[in-house]
């Protein structure tokens, strides 16, 4: 069985029955025999089943939030906010998925060359906790304007907004076996996941998760030979130049470091601050962290709301308290609080050094490191020195020095004077560590595609 828990209570929400291997394999036929037709389907005619998807997730957002909030403990407001946002990318996709798809002509000595871009059948997409609404249908949304079908497999402790999913796609009016969920008991996902990507029905596979879990998909799907796209972990660096605009970077920075109780594999975790401008920094970062209010996600002033899991707020706790052994200083929070539901206080740890847990490790939780830096050149260098390279961040007042710092820097994504974030009109993915290939835009819809080549002499 699979068990879900209020992270808020440590109460059990549900238990769901994990499918058997018969019922794993009827799925993955059902989908491969619906996306052969999907994919003669014109591409007009999928747009009003995308376009119907995204007014049902509006239409429903305050039901699906509410499932959110419970199954994960992200505050009311950000997941009613994650489901209208998803509605958004489903509403791109539909607009621009023709365009995107458009056959090109190339001139070749006169002679006349296409290029192509046509389904690949029936594609797999592991799915993480953090976002359980907004990482699947930005994935799925590409996907299926791209003619292609879509099987799904989610956390376990968001099995409940998985089944809401599936019942949302069929409601839009998609074949009812275009897009399937895969419910498998947590101890049996390495196995089962691997004989997936192994099956001839699955083309390709796109993750979210940890780095970990990228390099075990990807082994696996290269040993098969088919297509990854991989969105991992990062420890995203925030540079503060000394010109900055002191009271903007903060807050950019906390909006950023404490979204979704700072579980995002984008958000904030570095601070790197000009030297002569760091006290002044930290005096105003600590002032609003130590305000924020935590508690329950359904009440409309807490900002933090519970961690997802006990091992993950028990992991985060590790790394602060190994820091502080090595030398580092919790200028807040940084304490397990005594109260129900697996909780961890907005947290400031300074004084990092190389070698530091919080300094190399991706940290994921409401903690926020600052790091020193002496100039521009030392804040590019401090920032690469990561095995990550997701998003980053600049902020100065100068936008020819701001962007002269983002040129340097070894990331996917990089935001000047804003806090990183996806958004369907740009590609979004990381380098290194972070995985590779890309999802939205335009980019992303032509990762899982195939990209043909045609001559006619």
């Known amino acids: 069985m699979i068990v879900t828990i209020n992270p808020a209570t440590e109460e059990i929400l549900a238990e769901y029955p994990a499918m058997s291997t018969v019922e794993v394999e009827e ?21 009003k089943s995308m376009t ?4 049902l997730l509006r239409a429903q957002k305050d039901e699906h939030g509410a499932l959110i909030a419970r199954e994960m403990g992200k505050p009311l407001k950000e997941a009613v906010a994650e489901v209208e946002k998803c509605g958004w990318v489903c509403d791109y996709y539909a607009e621009h998925a023709a365009a995107f798809l458009q056959p090109e002509t190339v001139d070749i000595d006169g002679r006349i060359g296409m290029v192509a871009f046509e389904p690949l059948g029936v594609i797999l997409g592991v799915m993480p906790w953090n976002f359980p609404f907004w990482q699947v249908i930005r994935f799925a949304a590409a ?17 409940g907004s998985a089944i809401a999913l599936e019942k949302l796609f069929r409601e839009a009016g998609f074949p009812p076996d275009l897009y399937r969920t895969l419910h498998i008991d947590i101890d049996d996902v390495n196995r089962v996941v691997g004989e997936v990507i192994l099956h001839p029905v699955i083309k390709a596979v796109s993750i979210t998760g940890s780095t970990g879990a990228g390099m075990a998909v990807a082994e696996k799907a290269g040993r098969a030979l088919k297509r990854s796209v991989l969105e991992l972990g990062g420890n995203d660096p925030y540079i503060v ?29 570095r601070f790197i601050v000009a030297g002569s401008i760091k ?11 130590e305000a924020t209010v935590m508690g329950d996600p359904f009440d409309p002033s807490v900002r933090i709301g519970p ?35 697996f909780f961890y ?58 962007r002269n710092v983002a040129g340097r820097l070894e990331a996917g994504n990089c935001f000047i004077n804003s806090m990183v974030k996806s958004d369907p009109r740009l590609p979004f993915g990381g380098i290194k560590q972070s995985g590779y290939g890309r999802e939205l835009s335009r980019y992303g819809i032509r990762e899982f595609v195939n990209v043909k080549s045609m001559y006619f002499g």
């Open 241 to 269: 130049l000394d010109d900055a605009d002191l009271q903007q970077a903060v807050d950019v920075c906390i909006a950023s470091r404490l979204l979704n109780a700072g579980q995002s594999c984008v958000a904030a975790k």
């Open 143 to 159: 996907v299926m304007m791209a003619g292609n079908g879509v099987v799904i497999k989610h956390a376990p402790n968001v099995t």
């Open 279 to 289: 006290a002044r920094f930290e005096d105003m970062l600590l002032e609003k962290m």
């Open 27 to 47: 799925a993955l036929l059902l989908a491969e025999e619906a996306s052969r037709l999907w994919k003669e389907t014109p591409v007009d005619v999928r747009k």
């Open 345 to 402: 206080p907005a947290t400031i740890v300074t004084d990092v050094k190389p070698g530091m847990a919080v300094y190399g490790e991706e940290t994921f939780g409401p903690v926020a490191t600052v790091l020193e830096a002496h100039n521009d050149d030392d804040a590019v260098r401090i920032a690469n020195d990561s095995p990550y390279g997701l998003g980053s961040a600049v902020f100065s007042s100068d936008p020819e020095r701001a």
């Open 307 to 341: 961690l997802a899991r006990k091992d993950l707020r028990d992991e985060l706790h590790r790394q602060v308290e190994k820091s502080r052994e090595q030398g580092a200083t919790v200028l807040c929070g940084g304490e397990v609080p005594d109260m129900k539901g």
């Open 52 to 55: 119907r998807l995204a007014d």
